[in-house]
């Protein structure tokens, strides 16, 4: 039931992201971002991960202001709203429930429809944010998601008609730079650490053997494993020595990472025979994976799409454009589906 305002051609979305460490809300325009805020929580830094009760916490004390800012920087009051979207999953069940009671309220407060966004579908749909100097691809794509929980390769066929192809069975790509960060003694996220300290290194000065799993699918607990008594051994040898080598090591553990997608997105580029490759999620900030992929273009042939900064991390935006989607198409609210290739009857409704 869209309001007065979409007979004007304006659409307001609100969004609200709050499944993880981040509290986010943005404010979009139709599939133009209008303000895209995020309070990090630097409270788990010491912590060597994400302490789930504490990141409930600061989702309640930043909520109120982080949605304020959303609305003052876009300019709009609450009034002005055509319908609030909100993370409904997966995440951590307690951050979730900050953003999803908030976002109920509001919306029933306003009398304005309410759209449930999943957050995996979010990091691919990103890609459809009117920016300029981006182009969105075109469907089918296939896209890497690649966050602090999840590795996934999707094959999108439409907007809510995405299949899973292949996912990690342990660990997640996020987790693998995080983990192997904290053996070195970084703090938590060390995903962005490794990529700074790697830009100096030698990525072919540490070797670590690479996981072999069949098909589509993901394993990075071995490789964490591997650095751990690499890390062991040496330190046991030269208690100096990731002082001596950091960046070296720093580069040979994203070189490998990097091998590791890009070995998989070759193969589903040759098992699918679709050439547009997109990347979302937190990992696709990662310097290294971004200049493997735009490589890719000239090497293979493809056409790539890496998102814009902003929207690589957690962020509200990519819920925004998923609620503009829905809210633009009725047939479309929540009857997107994302099916694995295990078993029909694991179909996630979103
Ligand atoms: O998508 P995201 O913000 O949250 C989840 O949905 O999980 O992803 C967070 C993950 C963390 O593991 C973080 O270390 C990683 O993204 N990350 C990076 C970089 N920036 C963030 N990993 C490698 N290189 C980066 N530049
Ligand atoms: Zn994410």
Redesign the pocket.
């Known amino acids: 039931m869209p309001n007065a305002d979409s007979t004007k051609n304006k659409t307001y979305i609100l969004a609200i992201e709050s499944?993880?460490d981040?509290t986010a809300a943005a404010v979009l325009d139709n599939d133009k971002t209008l303000s895209n805020v995020v309070a990090r929580q630097a409270v788990h830094e010491e912590y060597g991960g994400v302490v789930p009760e504490l990141a409930s916490r600061a989702h309640q004390q930043n909520i109120v202001p982080v949605v304020h800012q959303a609305l003052k920087k876009a300019g709009i009051t609450k009034e002005d709203l055509s319908a609030v979207a909100f993370t409904s999953g997966p995440g951590l069940m307690g951050s979730l429930l900050v953003g999803t009671s908030f976002a109920k309220s509001l919306a029933m407060g306003l009398d304005i429809p309410l759209i449930d966004v999943n957050?995996m579908q979010a990091?691919i749909l990103a890609h459809f944010i009117d920016e300029e100097g981006y182009d969105k691809p075109q469907f089918p794509f296939l896209a890497l998601t690649i966050?602090?929980?999840?590795t996934q390769v999707v094959r999108v066929d439409s907007y809510f008609d995405m299949t899973i192809l292949g996912q990690t069975l342990d660990d997640?790509v996020?987790?693998a730079?995080?983990k192997s960060a904290k053996i070195l003694g970084l703090p938590y996220?060390?995903?962005?650490l490794?990529?700074k300290y790697a830009q100096s290194g030698n990525p072919k000065a540490f070797k670590f053997t690479k996981p072999k799993v069949d098909g589509l699918d993901f394993s990075f607990s071995g490789l964490k494993t591997a650095i751990l008594y690499f890390y062991q051994k040496e330190v046991a040898a030269d208690p100096d020595f990731v002082e001596k080598h950091r960046d070296d090591i720093c580069a040979s553990i994203q070189y490998t990472i990097i091998n590791i997608l890009m070995d998989k997105i070759k193969k589903a580029v040759k098992q699918t025979g679709i050439r547009q490759v997109a990347i979302g999620?937190?990992?696709s900030?990662?310097?290294g994976i971004r200049k493997a992929l735009k490589d890719a273009e000239a090497k293979y042939g493809w056409k790539t799409f890496v998102p814009k900064f902003e929207y690589?991390?957690?962020n509200a935006a990519m819920i925004g454009i998923v609620g503009y989607l829905k809210y633009k198409d009725e047939n479309l609210q929540g009857s997107g589906y994302i099916e694995t290739h295990a078993k029909a009857q694991s179909r996630l409704k979103f």
């Open positions: 499944s993880c981040d957050h990091h966050s602090g929980g999840h997640a996020g987790e730079f995080d996220p060390g995903g962005p490794i990529d999620g937190g990992v900030a990662n310097s690589t991390t957690d």
